[in-house]
C-alpha cells in the first residue's frame, strides 16, 4: 500500500502492546492504523521467555498485572485461542535468608492485594518439587501465575484485530512524525504517509526514539535478556521458576524442552539485531544446573536474545504524554511486558476514549518522578 491514510489512532509498534491495543480500538469501532517496521511480534513479544507472572512485580504494577492475568485466563474468549496459556503456579526461590525476607515482604503485600502466595520454608522444598537442587533457603509460590507461548500470542492478537476492523501494516517503519492541526502526521518507509488524531507509541525498545520525534524525553535503554532452550528431558518441572534476586528463570514445556534465562546478551538499537553472549549462557547453564541438577544431563538445542526497553526505574511508561496532547505511550516494559500487555491495550483504549481508567496506573505515568519504589523484578 503506497499514499496517504486518514485515520482516528495510529499506534507505532507491532508487538504485543500495540496489537492488543488495535484490537481494542476496533471493537470499540473506532478506526486505526497500526504501522510496524517488521512482523507483529518479530522483537520482544514474540521471542521472550514466556513468564506470565505477578508474584514479584512491583506494587505499582499490581492493579494492572491482575487485570492481565483475568485476561490471559479468557485468552481464548479474547483472541479465539488459548495461547497456550497454563496456569502452572511461579516458584521464586530464595538463596539466603536475606532473599527469604525479600519473599516474606513482598508475599505481605500482595496480599493486601488479594494476590494468593504462599511462603514455603526450605525443609518442604525437596519434597514439594523433588527435582529442585538443595541448599536453597526458601521459596514462594503463586499458584495463579503460568506461562504461556510467546510465539503465537501476538499473532492471534494481530489476527483478531485485522479481523475486527483494524488496519494492521507489516514492513513499515516510522521514519518521522510531525504535529498538524489535526493532530499527527506520520511518514513511513516505503511511501507512506498516515495522519492521526491520536497516536500511540507502543514501539518497545525504540518507544525513547519515537517519543523524542516529538520533542518529549522518555528515557529508556536498550537491554537484550539472554535465553537458551534443551533437549526434550521427561517432563516434570510444572511452575515457572524465578529467583527471589538477580538470576535464572525457567520453565519446562509440555514437550520436555527446557526454556530458561538470565543475565544479557548484546544489542544493536539501530540494525535492530541483538545476540546471546557465550559467557552469560555458560553462567546461566551453570546456575540452572544448580536449580535443577537433571538439566546436567540435558543438550542445549538454541541460545537467542530479544530486544526490550528498560526504563531508569525498572517500571513502563503508560499513559498521555504530559507536553504533546493526543499522544499516549506504552513502551519500557523492562523485561516484564509480554505478562501485562493483554491489559495494557483495553486500559490505553479507555484513556483514549474515556479519558480515564478504573485501572490504576498510578506509578507508571509519563510524569511520575523516578523515585517509586520498586520490588526487583526477576523476568
Ligand atoms: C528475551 C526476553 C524475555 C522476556 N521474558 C518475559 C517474560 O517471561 N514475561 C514477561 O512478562 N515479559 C518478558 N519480557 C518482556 C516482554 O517481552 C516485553 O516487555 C513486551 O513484549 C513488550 O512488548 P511491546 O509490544 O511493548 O514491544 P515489542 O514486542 O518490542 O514491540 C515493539 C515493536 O515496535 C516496532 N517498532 C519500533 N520502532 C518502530 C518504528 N519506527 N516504526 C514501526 N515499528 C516500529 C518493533 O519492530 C517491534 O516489533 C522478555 C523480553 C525479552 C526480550
Known amino acids: 500500500m503506497a499514499g ?40 520482544a513479544s514474540g521471542v521472550n521467555y514466556g513468564g506470565i507472572r505477578i508474584q514479584g512485580r512491583a506494587l505499582a504494577e499490581l492493579p494492572l498485572a491482575e487485570r492481565a492475568r483475568r485476561r490471559w485466563g479468557r485468552l481464548d474468549r479474547i483472541v479465539g485461542a488459548d495461547g497456550e496459556f497454563r496456569a502452572t503456579g511461579h ?79 507489516e514492513g513499515r517503519a516510522v521514519v518521522s512524525i510531525e504535529r498538524t492541526s489535526r493532530g499527527f502526521l506520520l511518514r513511513a518507509e516505503p511511501e507512506l504517509e498516515v495522519e492521526a488524531r491520536v497516536l500511540v507509541n507502543a514501539a518497545g525498545a525504540w518507544g525513547t526514539a519515537i517519543a523524542a520525534m516529538l520533542g518529549e524525553h522518555l528515557p529508556s535503554e536498550p537491554i537484550a535478556p539472554n535465553m537458551l532452550v534443551s533437549e526434550p528431558l521427561p517432563f516434570k518441572i510444572e511452575p515457572n ?35 546471546p553472549l557465550f559467557a552469560t ?64 491495550g483495553i486500559v490505553l483504549v479507555e484513556l483514549v476514549l474515556d479519558g480515564h481508567s478504573a485501572t490504576s496506573l498510578e506509578g507508571l505515568s509519563p510524569s511520575r518522578s523516578t523515585s517509586v519504589p520498586a520490588i526487583p523484578a526477576t523476568t
Open 91 to 169: 516458584l521464586r526461590i530464595a538463596r539466603d535468608e536475606a532473599e527469604a525476607a525479600t519473599l516474606e515482604r513482598w508475599a505481605l503485600e500482595a496480599a493486601r492485594h488479594g494476590v494468593r502466595c504462599e511462603l514455603l520454608p526450605a525443609e518442604v522444598l525437596r519434597s514439594r518439587f523433588p527435582w529442585l537442587g538443595e541448599g536453597f533457603a526458601a521459596a514462594s509460590y503463586c499458584p495463579d501465575d503460568g506461562q504461556a507461548n510467546p510465539r503465537i500470542v501476538t499473532p492471534l492478537f494481530a489476527r483478531t484485530a485485522r479481523e475486527e476492523g483494524a488496519t494492521i501494516l
Open 281 to 344: 549462557s555458560l553462567s546461566t547453564i551453570e546456575e540452572a544446573c544448580r536449580v535443577v541438577p537433571e538439566l546436567a544431563r540435558a543438550s542445549i538445542i538454541r541460545t537467542w536474545a530479544g530486544i526490550e526497553g528498560r526504563t531508569p526505574d525498572d517500571l513502563p511508561v503508560i499513559g498521555p504524554s504530559t507536553v504533546v496532547p493526543g499522544l499516549f505511550h506504552a513502551f519500557g516494559f523492562s523485561g516484564h511486558g509480554f505478562m501485562l500487555a493483554p491489559a495494557v
Open 4 to 43: 496517504r491514510i486518514l485515520t482516528e489512532v495510529a499506534i507505532v509498534g507491532g508487538g504485543l502492546v500495540g496489537c492488543s491495543t488495535a484490537l481494542h480500538f476496533a471493537r470499540r469501532r473506532v478506526p486505526c492504523v497500526l504501522l510496524e517496521a517488521e512482523r507483529c511480534g518479530a522483537h
Open 241 to 275: 521458576i524465578g529467583m527471589a534476586g538477580p538470576g535464572i528463570y525457567l520453565r519446562q514445556v509440555p514437550s520436555g524442552s527446557v526454556v530458561f534465562g538470565g543475565g544479557r546478551g548484546s544489542v544493536d538499537l539501530e540494525r535492530r539485531r541483538c545476540r
